[in-house]
């Protein structure tokens, strides 16, 4: 969808990633690395400049103790960290629960380690995407190994409520589950809803697999940062994949993100505060257009239902997009294992400038 916004000038509301850039300081950082020698392989688990700010992190945020020495592991990005993580603890046959529509390289990874995918379905409710409880419980069987967690979650917007990690934590227990939990979008959350990491309640520290990355949280996807924080054998099994996936990740991002976690939390808030403004914009352009909006809660994109604007397909309603308005999105049904599903959801991406937005607004507006 990038290359098609490229080829066709569209504005692209697709990919997720931000139109501007990063905090400076922390950029300045990056470069000043690599002034001072930082370009030879770093240390496999990661530079130890980063391993303990990340674990600084964990312990300020959400009173979570990670050892840097072996509890924290620095990866190509959150998506290396969830492949690793589902090749080391997968063997061929056993099931891995996603909630569906899920991230697209969750999948790949759970293919390439010869497991079986098994969605439970998010849905609408009251004009917020949720699971039923007995879904779950019903997705669990004998083969079951692990459950992948992403919160707030990508395609919908929805940050899973207290209530909702019970009912995932108290499975994971009574079935000695693994669970892996995507926390990439951990501080884009709007309205004050907090982000409650799995990893937090109990007995869940000990058999979850916390994964975060520096990519959303200071606008720098193209750093592909990320890193894996869980109990030093679990790391270890993980690192053991990392090795021969990557063997380490880029060194002189790694000591600009150390950099950001530690100095630029004042950044990140008034990134939260932009975004949720943002949020609020494109959703009162997209329902002036005509679309059926469904409010999230993080991340950094809005769900919309384009029946009411007479369409019915979201594949063949954003491939024709750009053609009818200049306006490049997602389809929904992409992130789905049953893509009727989704059929008639289509993504919107609001990490743009506010300029970008209205324009792309005015463009929607031609639909109805
Ligand atoms: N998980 C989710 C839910 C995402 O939206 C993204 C960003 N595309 C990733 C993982 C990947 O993050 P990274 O760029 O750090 O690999
Ligand atoms: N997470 C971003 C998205 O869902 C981009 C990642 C990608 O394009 N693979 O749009």
Known sequence: MSALATQTGAINLGQGFPDTDGPAAMLDRAVHAIRSGANQYPPGPGVMELRQAVSEHRAEHYALAYDPAGEVLVTVGATEAIAAAVLALCEPGDEVIAFEPYYDSY???IALAQARLVGVTLRPVE??????????????????????????????GTVFTRAELTVIAELCQEHDLIAVTDEVYEHLTFDGAPHIPLATLPGMRERTVMISSAGKTFSVTGWKTGWVCAPAELVTAVQTVKQFLTFTASAPWQVAVAFGLRHEGEWIAALRASLQDKRDRLMDGLTAAGFEVFKPAGTYFVQTDIRPLGFTDGLEFTRRLPELAGVVAIPTQVFYDRPERGGHFVRFAFCKKDEVIDE???RLKRLS
Do not use: C, K, W
């Open 107 to 109: 999948a790949a990874s």
């Open 127 to 156: 004009g917020r995407f949720a699971f039923d409880p007995d879904e779950l419980r019903a997705a669990v069987t004998s083969r079951t190994r692990m459950i992948l967690v992403n919160s707030p979650h990508n395609p919908t």
């Open 360 to 362: 792309a607004v005015a």
